[in-house]
């Protein structure tokens, strides 16, 4: 008898153990229920609700599981049957000039010759004779007629003003520009495009002549103008659900500025940085490199979970816009037309030798950074595979987690060699969306195949990552390159372009994958697939409620979606005022 009371006795004790521990257990922040919750963790578990404790995910699981997490002080969110997904990742963009972009007035959203022409002609009437018109990432394969303006048009428009059509890897001026700047049939210079019967300058001018317009210098901001403008300009990626960014050109005063911006609580987006190395090809050595990365306070990974340090990086080409990016084959006889160019034989440009890139990659390998390029032709990834695979036998990369930025020509060996490597593909649809058209017409029907090809890419095991490379412009949707994720991840799964051409539907790619682009796998590129990316416990509450279902609308509407509340850490960082609170 003694012996059960004493049973009895320590069982009671137990269940009060018990008892008192789970009443004792912190009650949550918020409480997500009565939604459908897209975790996009390793079996794309949908769960009902979701609580959150100090800015991190506490449990997913039934609205009535959740429900016992609630204390007094919880704040709980019926979402009414809407979709939750984990916060949003753009893996490539450049929000410090997209932030100052339009301060002073909208950059207009051009289409067409005549668009173009009527703007010029506006800002003609309102400026000073003299006085420069300028039209920042310009690029005449997006006007519907896939030309560039021609010197005597844009002279009949602005007879009096120099005006220069800057497409970042080369542009267009007029005769008032050619006169200003001092260039003539005399002006020897490679990236002078000249008539061939007449020797006068056509007006066209690739990148590395940039330097000799006589631009007036810019106006000068303050480190606050562009601190606020930078604050507004992440609010403005908040409204589509983006709580992570990776800044694509950085250096030691963009970290440091990010990071005071995040010690004053300034962030609504974490960020990450790559940064740009500091030397130029002919100049490179090794011993140099080392030298040069020893210097730095930081590497790859370093940085907490609201800015931390992504890859070194380097510009090894051009663009496929302005006819500069390096192909595995010449540009062809429509480049002519479009680009001025030349050379039969004429493959774009490299801005490092193969001796140069070597040096580079083999010293960030050794002291442990990650490793990226910007590199838009099927050349320049060639040649980066290349000495990837040589460094690669000197000390694996794998775990590095090296990258190509953009690519956007991928051949089935060079898919087969990422794979091999663990070579991730930093892509960004917005230029399939808006230039695969223009891509067909100069390069043709057989080369345009290897163009963007995400399922090729999946099937083959490369993780691909989403981006927008987001420059120029507020509007999401108008942007010279568009930062809307909802619109990248509908051209991914449907393969349409802006101008409504199908293109290749064999490589679109499934809703799951496209929003894994923009998530989990853009949380891997920058060691961070255990922080953020999924909806899982122990995680950065980062989310998004949606104004439509991604996984099951109709697929014309993916494009349209928005975030009516975006959190970071649990905090709302915007809301459209559309989700109801309890």
Known sequence: MKRKFELSVIFLSILVFIQSACNSKKPVDLILFNGKIVTADQNFTIAEAVAVLDGKIQAIGTNKKIRRYAGSGTRIIDLKGKTVIPGLIDSHL??????????????????????????????????????????????????????????AELDSVAPYHPVFLNGSYGGMINSAALKVSGITKKTVNSGILHDEQTGNPTGFLSGSA???????????????????????????YNRYGITSLTSGSGDSEAIAMYQDMSKKNELTTRISINIILPMRSGSITAEKVREKLKTFKYVTGDGDEWVRIGPLKVILDGGILTGTAYLQEPWGDNARDIFGIEDPNYRGVLNYTREDLLA?????????WSFTAHSTGGGGVELLLDVYEEVNRLKPIKERRFSIIHGNF?????????????????????????????????????????FHPYRSLIDAGVIVNGGSDHMVKWDANASINPYNPFLAMWTVITRTTDRGTLFM???????????????????????????????????LADMAILSGDLLTCPVDQIKNIESELTLLGGKIVYSSGKVINN
């Open 410 to 450: 991928y051949s089935k060996e060079a898919i087969k060699r990422m794979s091999e490597l663990g070579v991730y593909a930093n892509m960004q649809p917005a230029w399939f969306y808006k230039d695969a058209d223009a891509m067909e017409y100069i390069l043709g029907e057989k080369r345009i195949q290897t």
């Open 94 to 151: 450049h929000p410090e000039s997209a932030a100052v972009s339009e301060l002073d007035e909208e950059i207009p959203d051009l289409h067409s010759i005549d668009q173009l022409l009527n703007w010029i002609k506006g800002q003609a009437m309102k400026k000073e004779k003299g006085e420069w018109i300028i039209l920042p990432k310009f690029f005449s394969t997006r006007m519907k007629e896939l030309r560039q303006a021609t010197l």
């Open 360 to 368: 580079v990659v083999t010293s960030a390998n050794d002291l442990n």
């Open 505 to 539: 539907s064999t490589e679109a790619i499934t809703r799951e994958e496209a929003l894994k682009m923009y998530t989990i796998n853009n949380a891997w590129a920058s060691f961070e697939e255990t922080l953020k990316g999924s909806i899982e416990p122990g995680k």
């Open 210 to 236: 940039f330097n000799m317009l006589k631009i007036p210098s810019e106006k000068q901001l303050t480190a606050q103008n562009r601190r606020d403008a930078l604050q507004a300009m992440l609010k403005r």
